[in-house]
């Protein structure tokens, strides 16, 4: 897991350490399973305030990518959990409709876009 | 459960009073208290630590007042000073001599481990020790015994980088645990600022502002732009307004940022800036004319 705060943001800090680690378990750095670190060896890692990393926490666990569990800390949810389907549906749409509006845009007909992904597809899985 | 408990404070000085200081510091959190110079933030400290006594109000820490037991009131604080509050004609032994005589959870091997991590030189007396050396004794004489509470005063004023990098993590570890509290004083902008939980801020011997950090933050805005764009309503909103040749700077709750349009510029606002522009507003919470 990586955190790096910027002064220079216009996020406020905990939204910064949210929006960092949600990329990660979006991206799969942080795999589905793994525990945080705690909310207070987040703040002295990261040099932060604790009511900052609880926030950022809360946020996360909110939004539903990690849950609390009692004595043993902040885990990230499984990649089949409803919400975090939800999630990853979502990025794979924005991802998608950034490739058809580039497409659309050069004049690509649909079937030849299908084609490309079934190729690229393919060609990812050997 | 509350680590420090401040309630209803009141000294009264000749020419200086402080009034009706009240605040809560939560077990496990750090807490600064800012104020310009003479705010009275050192007068609530010695009130805390008992150097100087209230003439109203009360102070409890981990629950128990000064009153009903001196001596665990005592021994739960580690203060530490703006400037070294060891003679000057001390050497570490000395020192090590009086903290054992004081402190019954004094861990002499624990102060050995300290002094020697950090080179502090044994045949030197105190008053030829460097600030950073001076610094480093305190800590070392209140971290190698148990404590609930560090009270800081300026203390990290006149330090090098490196070495309030090294505070920081000090406080950072002292507070992992959950159980253990920090309150610091500044006038300065500080990079403690950035660990502190709550932010207390005093002026003229009056708390004018106690909040998180995070919603402190959060509730101002600073802006600046052109004079000639202001009309009555903007500048009615605005806290202390600072007008230089080329343009002003103000403070201003982010909810009324709306009304400001383009041709301002707004970003957020930092502690440091809160704190002026609450001054130049004359201490009011209210905005200027």
């Known amino acids: 897991m990586k955190v790096i705060i910027s002064n220079q943001s216009e996020l406020p800090i905990y939204a910064q350490i949210r929006e960092q680690i949600k990329e990660q378990i979006l991206n799969g750095q942080i795999e589905e399973g793994t525990i945080l670190p705690s909310i207070r060896k987040l703040a002295k890692e990261v040099g932060v305030s604790v009511i900052t990393t609880t926030r950022a926490y809360n946020d996360l666990e909110k939004e539903g990518y990690i849950t609390s569990v009692q004595g043993k800390g902040s885990i990230v949810l499984p990649k089949d959990n409803e919400v975090m389907k939800e999630r990853y549906l979502m990025r794979i749409e924005e991802g998608v409709m950034t490739a058809i509006h580039t497409a659309q845009y050069i004049g690509m007909e649909e079937e030849e876009f299908h084609n490309l992904v079934s190729s690229l597809w393919k060609e990812m899985e050997e | ?289």
């Open chain 2, 1 to 289: 459960m509350n680590a420090l408990e401040v309630k209803g404070l009141c000294k009264n000085y000749k020419e200086f009073q402080l009034k009706d200081v009240s605040f809560c510091l939560p077990k496990g959190f750090v807490m600064g208290y800012i104020g310009e110079n003479g705010a009275g933030k050192t007068t609530t400290l010695n009130l805390i630590t008992h150097l100087c006594h209230q003439d109203a109000g009360m102070v409890s820490i981990g629950g128990i007042t000064y009153e009903e037991d001196t001596r665990r009131y005592l021994e739960s604080i580690g203060f530490i000073g703006d400037e070294s509050y060891f003679p000057g004609t001390f050497r570490l032994k000395d020192v090590k001599a009086v903290c054992k005589m004081m402190y019954s959870s004094f861990q002499e091997d624990k102060f050995d481990q300290m002094v020697e991590n950090w080179k502090l030189p044994a045949k030197t007396r105190i008053a030829n020790y460097s600030r950073g050396m001076k610094v480093k004794l305190m800590f070392a004489s209140v971290l190698s015994r148990d404590t609930s509470i560090l009270i800081l005063d300026e203390a990290t004023n006149g330090l090098d980088p490196v070495m309030r990098a090294e505070v920081i993590e000090m406080l950072q570890e002292y507070i992992m645990d959950g159980e253990h509290s920090i309150l610091f004083s500044t006038h300065v902008l500080d990079d403690l600022e950035q660990i502190a939980d709550y932010i207390v801020f005093i002026h003229r011997g009056e708390i004018l502002l106690n909040q998180t950090k995070e919603e402190l933050l959060e509730s101002y805005v600073m802006v600046r732009g052109d004079v000639a764009d202001l009309n009555e309503g903007r500048r009615r909103k605005m806290i202390g307004m600072i007008q230089g040749a080329y343009g002003f700077e103000g403070l201003l709750r982010s909810r009324d940022a709306e009304g400001f349009g383009s041709m301002f510029a707004i970003e957020p606002a930092d502690i440091d800036h809160i704190m002026l522009h609450y001054i130049k507003n004359g201490g009011k919470e209210n905005a200027c004319r």
